[in-house]
């Protein structure tokens, strides 16, 4: 079965501050795509990156990269210079390809908020 | 590009009685993903439809409900005999998976959820 840990319910940091959220996930399989959602208050979930598997290099989107650390099965969001509309639940998710069909698992989420 | 739009918002209705959600994904999207997110929680996968094929279930998804794609555009998620365990957020995502490409890294957008509420 796949799992996804997000040990951090909550977390905060002032702004213009980094923080880290960590993810861990489990599976047997070898080929996946990891990502991290953001669903703000009352708001639509949106993507906020994306890592395959196969790939060494840790993505990176503007104030928002990755640290995949693949033997370890852990999947970090640091998000750095923090600001007030990052303030947000934050899924990770990672899905499995199999045959074509996807198996999607979400994590609990992490609550960040964004002090002023 | 409206992006993908849920009907109704809310739903609030007795136990027993049967609800039926709408989704309408991106335009050009020919992925659609039902999830169900209760408070707390991540969102738990329902199931999709690529283009009017339903391809995968979860087991989360009892003999009372139902999903159709009929023509491959909105999509229709029904609950019957609802029960209290039933209330939750209904998401409704969509992708765009290109053929002879690589699909499963395509993001999905999701649409802003139909609260269910039962009573």
């Known amino acids: 079965a796949q799992t996804v840990t997000q040990s951090q319910p909550e977390m905060s940091v002032q702004e213009a501050e980094t923080v880290t959220l960590s993810c861990t996930y489990d599976?047997?399989?070898?080929?996946?795509?990891l990502f991290w959602y953001k669903q703000p208050p009352s708001r639509q979930m949106i993507l906020v990156i994306r890592?395959?598997?196969?790939?060494?290099q840790n993505a990176t989107e503007n104030r928002f990269s990755v640290n995949f650390q693949k033997a370890a099965k852990s999947f970090s969001l640091k998000i750095s210079d923090s600001q007030l509309g990052d303030t947000a639940m934050y899924f990770c998710?990672?899905?499995?390809?199999?045959?074509?069909?996807?198996?999607?698992?979400f994590g609990t989420g992490t609550k960040l908020q964004v002090i002023p | 590009d409206t992006g993908v739009s849920q009907n109704p918002r809310h739903k609030i209705t007795k136990r027993g009685q049967n609800v039926t959600f709408r989704c309408d994904p991106i335009s050009e999207h020919n992925r659609l993903y039902w999830y169900r997110q209760t408070l707390g929680q991540g969102p738990e996968f329902l199931t999709y439809f690529q283009n009017e094929a339903q391809l995968e279930k979860s087991r989360l998804l009892s003999d009372r409900f139902s999903a159709e794609r009929p023509k491959g555009s909105f999509s229709t998620l029904e609950i019957q005999r609802t029960e209290q365990g039933d209330s939750a957020m209904y998401l409704c995502?969509?992708?765009?998976?290109?053929?002879?490409?690589?699909?499963?890294?395509?993001?999905?957008?999701f649409g802003d959820g139909t609260r269910l509420s039962i009573l």
């Open positions: 995502a969509s992708s765009l998976a290109a053929q002879g490409t690589p699909s499963f890294n395509q993001p999905q957008h």
């Open positions: 998710a990672f899905i499995i390809p199999n045959g074509g069909y996807q198996k999607v698992t």
């Open positions: 599976t047997s399989e070898s080929n996946y795509y």
């Open positions: 890592q395959e598997a196969y790939k060494q």
